[in-house]
């Protein structure tokens, strides 16, 4: 590779291909040109959501997800279309879980019902940055460390022991307050903050002092909150693919949607509840997956004598696709079906 030619060179089907910056340039361009029209469209006239502009707009986004999807295939072939689905399918049902946290906040900040959309949308925009700090550090790692997969393997083994764990507890109330990190404590303890929500303002000035908003608070909360979650989802998605520039638009994509997929399921989430065995099913089957794509890179003297271990085939891209989309659709499925059973149940009792 040339020194002065710019390429990002990625390997998909046994193959070489250069993504060229122009790749790079364009996704950013689509990523600005949807949080634009967010700002001008939805944020700019502050309004709470109706269920059909929700769901009109989160099909949209879906729709976009897969028309880029295509654009991917007819440039770099139907292997890399198929990481990044792979990828944007797996980062979107780990979205989800993030929405019960969003839900918690929302209410512990006590935010107005029609400024959440602007709380949110900073809030991604704030948790796109990090993630690709995340993202490019997890590729470097990758590329000079292989045995951080046996890391990322089994920390995802491990959040799929806690999500099943947590399906099988029964709820505490404890469990649904929300607990500010010490960052946002930090903040709040350092910086002036005012009484109250001004309007939609995150800064407010006030008889010569500048003070900050709880709505600041919450965009901060939010925003810095999606770290935890990228901890699972980074390792989780670089299982299916280690190309950076798939990791980030698939985490891009179902990042963005997530501010419209709020309002088209707050309130609905509660009979998803088997959501967290489903996620359970995908981070371990993920887990497993990237424990074996570590001895098939194996470098560790006291793993096998240093020597590669390819007794166990790894599963293929689409393989991994199929057992995703499957996961997911018994989930929502049976989910369905128990919240009617206990609707009719409750209406026999009663």
Same mark, same amino acid.
């Given at each position: 590779?040339?020194?002065?030619? #710019? ?9 070489? @291909? ?34 059909? *502009? ?6 949209? !986004? ?9 654009? @991917? ?37 006590? @935010?107005?019902?029609? $400024? ?33 997969? !046996? ?8 959040? &799929?022991?806690?999500?099943? =764990? *947590?399906?099988?507890? *029964? ?33 407010? %000035? ?24 990228? @901890? ?5 998605? $670089? ?5 950076? /520039? ?6 891009? /994509?179902?990042?963005?949607?997530? %501010?419209?997929? $709020?309002? #088209? ?8 509840? !088997? ?19 570590? #001895?098939?890179?194996? *470098?560790?003297? /006291? ?41 009719? =149940? &409750?209406?026999?009792?009663?």
């Amino acid at each position: 590779m040339a020194g002065g030619d #710019l390429r990002y060179q990625f390997r998909t089907g046994g193959e070489y @291909v250069d993504v060229h910056i122009l790749g790079w340039i364009g996704l950013a361009a689509i990523i600005l040109t949807l949080i634009a029209i967010d700002i001008v469209g939805h944020v700019r006239t502050p309004h709470e959501p109706t269920m059909k *502009e929700a769901a009109i707009w989160s099909v949209a !986004y879906i729709a976009m997800a897969l028309v880029f999807s295509g654009i @991917v295939w007819f440039v770099w072939g139907g292997g890399f279309a198929q990481q990044y689905l792979s990828g944007y399918i797996t980062e979107k049902a780990l979205s989800i879980d993030n929405l019960f946290v969003f839900v918690i906040m929302m209410s512990s900040f006590k @935010v107005p019902r029609k $400024y959440q959309q602007e709380v949110l949308l900073a809030g991604i925009v704030i948790a796109l940055i990090l993630r690709l700090i995340f993202i490019l550090a997890g590729a470097a790692l990758i590329n000079n460390f292989s045995w951080v997969f !046996y890391f990322f393997g089994a920390w995802l083994l491990w959040t &799929a022991f806690s999500q099943a =764990r *947590e399906g099988v507890e *029964e709820p505490d109330d404890e469990d649904e307050e929300y607990r500010p990190s010490g960052f946002v404590k930090l903040v709040a303890r350092v910086i002036p903050m005012t009484d109250g929500f001004v309007g939609g303002k995150v800064i407010h %000035r006030h008889a010569g002092r500048t003070m900050i908003t709880p709505m600041m608070l919450c965009i901060i909360a939010i925003g810095t909150a999606d770290v935890m979650f990228a @901890v699972d989802s980074i390792p989780a998605i $670089y299982s299916l693919t280690i190309e950076p /520039f798939l990791v980030f638009s698939a985490n891009a /994509f179902s990042l963005l949607g997530l %501010r419209q997929l $709020y309002f #088209l399921i707050d309130g609905l989430l509660d009979r998803l509840v !088997y959501l967290h065995y489903g996620l359970a099913v995908i981070l371990g089957f993920i887990g497993f997956k990237l424990i074996v794509h570590a #001895l098939h890179t194996n *470098e560790l003297w /006291f793993i096998n004598g240093g020597k590669k271990w390819e007794t166990i085939p790894e599963a293929s891209v689409k393989v991994s696709l199929a057992v995703i989309v499957t996961t997911i659709t018994v989930t929502v499925i049976a989910s369905v079906l128990k919240s009617r059973a206990d609707v009719r =149940r &409750a209406e026999v009792s009663s």
